[in-house]
Structure formats: structure tokens, C-alpha cells
């Protein structure tokens, strides 16, 4: 493995009914509920992807943040890895679908429902909107783990498993949430690593 | 070419028999185990048919000689005894003598038990010891501690593609010099959560699956549990192991197409075949057989067929589905059909694609209805997952 400067190319932050881009304040909202700040998102940003309404929060969620990272880049077939954790895995959902079948008498368990009993999915959400057949991977942590993440996306990079890789936190659980999305490349923006990631986490 | 790495070892438990021997004798011989269901009461009893092995749990507690008392799930149990039989066959009898793993898959895990309980966790506390045989991890470590192994555990859930990526990641590790062996595989058992989910997606067949057929209604489920063991060169050679074949080759794409159905144009099949090309060294033309994923629904056959086409243009090798034997047994199929591709390189043989009536309307892709001898030197076999999960293994003749 050939250790080579990796960089932050661009960066996303969700929380709060706000969402900032590269550390400025993009889009936000009143007190309101995630599916309505969500679903005001996605009108302002004009995303016309009606799939989006179907997705779960964690899904939605993921999908905003990656939306706005990658918009711009318009090649096809890039090869940008995914590398995604979060808290709570899909739990939000586990929890809705157990209550579709807790009642033995009344019960409506919904595939609709049950495809999003994964982390994972909001990755292929992302996969199936920007096209990407690349390396994917999704981790569960305590908190988020700039050490780990940094080393694991170096090593992608380094090992031409990727061009890119899209990487970060996104984590939601009872409407509590938090997305903080980044792309690290080898070409150009601010140096990559744990300290870094950790300062704009923290922003 | 890349000789790969050298399998030492298999073992298999599926409908069609016990023992690898078994399996052979029944894949020569058209014997197909796709029946009524007998080990779980479902109300969908009469409107499907599944491959299952006729064993009861209290059989294979027997078999295996565990206390009453257990908390394995039918998953470990098939595991175990697959694993095992792997273990002899390849001559292991200190298991911890060399650095040793176990990379098992499994899709159900321990649900086949724990969904017998759902209601009675918080009325029962007889039953809580199920809660933790229950997830995937469980599965690889019960079978773990069944072959006394101290080394490392892990565990793959890709849904149809595990075990190939489990073989995968197992051929990796020997190929990193991570581990000196392992035993790589996947066990899935029939449950209901599998057969309403399935039936929930109306991609089960009421009759028996006819792959690549055009009038194909869809899949029957299975139970089988099948592990390979995999050693390092350097152990072959001071040890002078029995050699039965070699991975060279294995690849694993991703579909991005939809949480369950797999793309029209077969890409993430396409990209899976191509790497495993690539890792192989070898060309298209110098596959002789495929053993497809062909699991009868109308969408992976179409998808499959197309991605073949793309990889072999006019000139695609006999290929065969070996599901209308095994029924689709998830998890494990690539495990099994890891096997019966070994099968097909030590007795130069293509297995039937039985039930194939009609060529499919999209296509002029024709299966290898009928059992076929010829030589055979690199077997490729597919298996694709929910999730846009594409994985493709080739199997080489050990010389």
C-alpha cells in the first residue's frame, strides 16, 4: 500500500432542522417534525426523486446529506465507496415493524416496512440514486470514530478500491437525529484526518 | 491462470442426502427431494413445496449428542454437522494445531427457534435461552465450539450471495497469510419467517421450480448447510494434502439497482463474473460449465441470462441450475453449489438442469437439460443476494 495525502473535498452536517454545506448554513426550518423538515428539504433543494417518499427516516436522512455532496458531480460511473456509521443501526425502523406484528390478533407486517430493517439500506438508497456500484460498507459504533473512519477510508483510497469515498455519520433514533456526511479524495480540498473529521463533526 | 487457493475438505447436509457421497449419487441419478413440508406447521402447507431434510430437531440432537437442555437452533445444528464432515474430510484432528478459522453465513440464523416463541418471551422464561442462539453471529460461534475451534469467528449475512462471499473472504484471509486454514461456508434451515417473506413477495412456486424456463413461476425454498476448508500452500505442501480443487477466482459487485429485485441488464451479475475473471486470470472461453444461481423467478433468470450473454456473447458454456434438486437454499446455496462444482471438476460431469421445458421468450439461452460428461477444467458459479448482492466464484481442477 502506497501511503498517499488524502483531503476533504467537501462536507455536509444535518441536525437540528438545519443543514450546512462546507460549514455554511444551507437550508433550515421552524420546530417541526424530521419527515416534514425532510420533506421541506427535499422541495427547496428541487430533488424530484419521488422514491424519496418512500424511504425510511434513516434513509431519508442519508440520502439529503449525499444528495447535496454529489449533486454536482455529474460523470458517470465514479467510483466513489461508501463507508457510513451511526448509534443505533436501523433501530427507528426495527421498533415500527415490531409494533406492525405485536398484536396477535391484529397484525400487518409490511415489506415496504421490512426492507428497512438494515443499516445498509440507506446505502443502497444512495447506490441506486447516484448509480454507484462501488465498495460499501457500514459500521456501528458507540459514538462517532474519526480514528477508525479515517484509517479505513486512507486504506480504500491507497488501494485504488476507490476514487473517492463518501464517508461519515448518520444516525437517527426516535426522531433524534444527526447526518455528518464527507467526501475524501486524493486530489484536492483540506487535509484528511481524525482530528479534522472530529472538528467539523463537532461544528 | 492463478492457481488459487487449495480446498482440502468439504462437507454437505441438504434434502438430496447426508453426506457428499449422497449428493453425488442423487445428482447422477435425478433424484429431486422437493416434497410437501413436514417439520413446521404453516398454513401454507398445501400451496407450497420446499426441499427439506427429512430429519427432525430431535434427530439431529441425537446425532450431534447435545443435553436436552440445548439452545441450538436447527441453523447451528446443519451447520455443525457439515462442518464436521468438512473437518474429516480433510483430514483435521487438531483443529487449533495451526492458525484456524470459520467464516459462516447464514440469512435465518436462529429464527427457526425464536419465532416458535415470539409471543412467550415475557410469559416464559423457559424459552429466553433462544434469544441468544438467535442471531447470525450465534450460528457461526455454536458451530464453532461444536468443532472445539479457539480461533477466529466470523460471521457473513449477504442474503443468497453469503456463502459465496463467505468462500470469498476465506480465500482472502489464506491469500493475506491471515490464517493458515479455514472453513468457510453457510447453513440456513427452513423457518416460517423465510416462507411467509417469500411467499409475501409472491416469488414462491406451488409446483417444482423450472429454471430458465420460460414458463417459470418462481422458487421452492430449501434447507441445506454445506462448508469448505480452505489451507494455505504452504500447509499443503508440509502436511501433503489431498488437494480436491482450487478458488481461483471470486468476485463481488453491487446491483444498485432495488432493495429486492435485481436490474434488467444483469449488471451487478456482469461486474460479479468479470472480476472473478480477472482474480482467475482466465478468458470466457475457458469456462466449461456454469452453475448457475437460477433460482426459477422470473426476474434473477432473466437478469442472469442477460448477464451471461454479456460476459460470454455466442459462445456461453453449458450452464445448469442445480435448484429443482436442492430447492433455493439461500445462505447456504452457494455453499452447496460449491460442492457440487467440486462434484463436477473430480467427475467431469454437468449436472441437469431438470424440469427445463420451454426456452425463455427474451433469449435463445438454452440449459444443460440432461446429464452431461465431458472434461472439465474451471466451473464458474453465481449467487445473488437481495440488495443488489452479486457474487460469482470459480472452482479450477487441482492437477
Known amino acids: 500500500m502506497i501511503k498517499q495525502a488524502t483531503y476533504i473535498k467537501a462536507y455536509c452536517s444535518i441536525q437540528n432542522n438545519k443543514i450546512d454545506l462546507n460549514g455554511t448554513s444551507v437550508f433550515k426550518t421552524g420546530e417541526c417534525l424530521f419527515v416534514d423538515f425532510a420533506k421541506a428539504a427535499y422541495r427547496n433543494f428541487e430533488l424530484n426523486y419521488p422514491k424519496f417518499f418512500k424511504m425510511d427516516n434513516l434513509s431519508k436522512l442519508a440520502f439529503l446529506a449525499a444528495e447535496l455532496l454529489l449533486k454536482n458531480e455529474l460523470e458517470t460511473d465514479r467510483d466513489i465507496a ?50 454507484l456500484k462501488s465498495e460499501n ?35 437517527y433514533y426516535k426522531d433524534t437525529y444527526r447526518a455528518f456526511l464527507y467526501i475524501v479524495t486524493t486530489t484536492f480540498g483540506i487535509p484528511h484526518d481524525a482530528t479534522t473529521i472530529q472538528t467539523l463533526f463537532n461544528k | 491462470m492463478n492457481k488459487g487457493v487449495a480446498i482440502t475438505g468439504m462437507g454437505i447436509i441438504s434434502a438430496i442426502g447426508n453426506t457428499v ?106 424459552c429466553l435461552k433462544y434469544v441468544s442462539s438467535h442471531d447470525g453471529g450465534a450460528t457461526a460461534q455454536t ?46 434451515a427452513l423457518a416460517k419467517f423465510t416462507i411467509n417473506g417469500f411467499k409475501t413477495l409472491m416469488i414462491l412456486s406451488d409446483t417444482d421450480n ?83 444461481h437460477g433460482t426459477a423467478t422470473p426476474n434473477n433468470d432473466l437478469s442472469e441470462g442477460r448477464a451471461m450473454l454479456r460476459i460470454f456473447g455466442k459462445h456461453v458454456p453449458d450452464f445448469s441450475s442445480t435448484k429443482p434438486f436442492t430447492g433455493h437454499t439461500l445462505a447456504a446455496a452457494a455453499a452447496i453449489e460449491a460442492v457440487y462444482s467440486i462434484l463436477a471438476l473430480q467427475n467431469n460431469i454437468v449436472f441437469p438442469n431438470l424440469n427445463f421445458k420451454t426456452p425463455m421468450s427474451e433469449f435463445d439461452l438454452v440449459p444443460q437439460a440432461v446429464l452431461k460428461h465431458k472434461p472439465i477444467q474451471h466451473v464458474l458459479s453465481n449467487s445473488f443476494g437481495f440488495g443488489g448482492n452479486c457474487s460469482t466464484l470459480i472452482f479450477s481442477k487441482s492437477e
Not at chain 1, 456501528?140 to 455519520?169: D, H, K
Not at chain 2, 492458525?99 to 440469512?107: H, N, Y
Not at chain 2, 489464506?174 to 472453513?183: C, E, F, S
Request: a negative charge.
Open chain 2, 143 to 188: 458451530i464453532a465450539d461444536e468443532l472445539g475451534l479457539k480461533g477466529m469467528v466470523t460471521t457473513i449475512s449477504t442474503a443468497c450471495s453469503s456463502a459465496a462471499n463467505a468462500i470469498m473472504f476465506g480465500a482472502r484471509l489464506i491469500k493475506a497469510k491471515k490464517l493458515d486454514r479455514v472453513i468457510v461456508g453457510g447453513t440456513d
Open chain 2, 210 to 292: 423450472t429454471p430458465f424456463d420460460n414458463d417459470r413461476k418462481g422458487l421452492n425454498l430449501g434447507e441445506a448447510a454445506a462448508y469448505l476448508v480452505l489451507e494455505s500452500d504452504e500447509l499443503v505442501q508440509k502436511e501433503h494434502k489431498r488437494v480436491l480443487a482450487y478458488v481461483s477466482g471470486y468476485g463481488n459487485a453491487n446491483d444498485a439497482f432495488h432493495q429486492t429485485a435485481s436490474s434488467e441488464n444483469g449488471e451487478g451479475a456482469f461486474l460479479a463474473m468479470q472480476k472473478a475473471m480477472k482474480v482467475a486470470g482466465l478468458e470466457p472461453a475457458q469456462i466449461d460449465y456454469i452453475n448457475a
Open chain 2, 21 to 126: 457421497e449422497e449428493n453425488l449419487i442423487s445428482l447422477l441419478n435425478n433424484k429431486v427431494a422437493i416434497s410437501t413440508i413436514d417439520n413446521i406447521s404453516t398454513i401454507h402447507k398445501d400451496s407450497i413445496k420446499v426441499a427439506e431434510i427429512k430429519k427432525t430437531n430431535q434427530e439431529l440432537v441425537n446425532e450431534l449428542q447435545l443435553p436436552e437442555e440445548n439452545n441450538y437452533s436447527r441453523t447451528a445444528m446443519l451447520g455443525a454437522i457439515a462442518a464436521k464432515q468438512a473437518m474429516a474430510d480433510a483430514g483435521i484432528t487438531d483443529i487449533n494445531e495451526y492458525r484456524t478459522g470459520i467464516v459462516s453465513s447464514t440469512s435465518v440464523g436462529g429464527m427457526d427457534m425464536t419465532e416458535r416463541y415470539y409471543y412467550e418471551y415475557f410469559k416464559d422464561e423457559s
Open chain 1, 82 to 131: 461508501l463507508l457510513l456509521s451511526n448509534k443505533s443501526s436501523s433501530l427507528d425502523t426495527d421498533i415500527k415493524f415490531q409494533e406492525s406484528i405485536n398484536n396477535q390478533e391484529n397484525y400487518f407486517p409490511s415489506p415496504a416496512v421490512f426492507v428497512y430493517t438494515l443499516p445498509n439500506i440507506c446505502m443502497g438508497e444512495i447506490s441506486i440514486r447516484h448509480n
Open chain 1, 137 to 171: 460498507t457500514f459500521f456501528i459504533f458507540e459514538e462517532f470514530n474519526p480514528g477508525f473512519m479515517s484509517n479505513y477510508t486512507n486504506v480504500l483510497l491507497c488501494t485504488n478500491r476507490a476514487e473517492e469515498v463518501l464517508c461519515g455519520w448518520v444516525e
